[in-house]
């Protein structure tokens, strides 16, 4: 089973430090790196931030109309950059800025080719005042937070894109879990959906997740793959306040043995 051993969400050491705890390449497939970003962050950080973004990137961030859209944008992408120089290269400002990234047909980012030899997968997920940005070596791998704060009728949107028997299972419960199992169902299910590269394509209720707060989170059923529930494991992520999380990793590395994955959890 995948899980967190330790939840402490730990600083990302310096590019200067040896990496001898964080190193991605050290750990090798048997361990998934979440990596937590504040976005609150004031104009010299983004100013700095925005030194590591190429001309499409930056061009890409000032079509935002807003601020706090294009602020999520620069910081995010920056801080994927950073992290992958961390984990694969030398950590340096010039590693980061050089890398590749490229968007498959779904939107989801990925690496034009190997960094140094290694098979870095990623994925990016914001919501709020925080980035998530999940980084395994030869698994695929899906990330979602969202912040729990929005008022909309969460029963007619679950009875509107959840599975028939998701949305059973959170009518039955207690009128004050329903907003957590809310979330619970809807970072799961989207970070399956990111894990396999569909996106929402694929139809929320087409596979069901577990959702009761207390229950451990699984892939319960996968009509449009009987088989693909066995092959992904879901973790929650300890985030706090009001923000819920979830990661889905695949089970099986890119040698296509079954191995478990030690999740760990860093702070940018």
Request: proline share 4%; glycine share 6%; charged share 30%.
């Amino acid at each position: 089973m995948t899980d967190i051993r330790d939840p402490t969400w730990r600083p990302v050491p310096a590019a200067t430090d040896p990496l001898t705890s964080a190193n991605a390449v050290e750990c090798g497939d048997a361990c998934l790196d979440v990596l937590r970003v504040r976005l609150d962050v004031d104009n010299s950080e983004v100013a700095r931030c925005e030194s590591l973004l190429t001309d499409d990137e930056r061009t890409r961030a000032a079509r935002f109309r807003f601020d706090d859209k294009r602020r999520e944008f620069t910081v995010t992408r920056a801080a994927l950059r950073r992290v992958l120089s961390l984990w694969f290269l030398d950590g340096s400002d010039d590693a980061a800025r050089g890398i590749t990234l490229k968007s498959g047909s779904h939107g989801k980012p990925f690496l034009e080719a190997p960094l140094d030899g290694h098979d870095a997968r990623f994925n990016v997920s914001h919501s709020a005042d925080i980035a998530l940005i999940a980084v395994a070596t030869g698994r695929a791998v899906g990330v979602d937070v969202e912040h729990t704060g929005r008022t909309s009728d969460l029963l007619r949107l679950a009875e509107r894109y959840f599975s028939p028997n998701e949305s059973a299972a959170l009518n039955a419960l207690p009128s004050d879990r329903q907003r957590l199992g809310f979330f619970n169902c809807w970072t799961r299910k989207e970070a399956y959906l990111k894990a396999i590269g569909r996106g929402i394509t694929l139809g929320l209720s087409r596979f069901d997740v577990s959702l009761r707060p207390g229950d451990e989170p699984r892939l319960i059923e996968t009509r449009h793959d009987a088989d693909d529930a066995q092959r992904w494991s879901v973790v929650d992520l300890p985030l706090g306040g009001e923000y819920v999380g979830a990661v889905v990793v695949a089970m099986q590395n890119a040698k296509c043995k079954m191995q478990n994955a030690e999740v760990r959890l860093w702070e940018v």
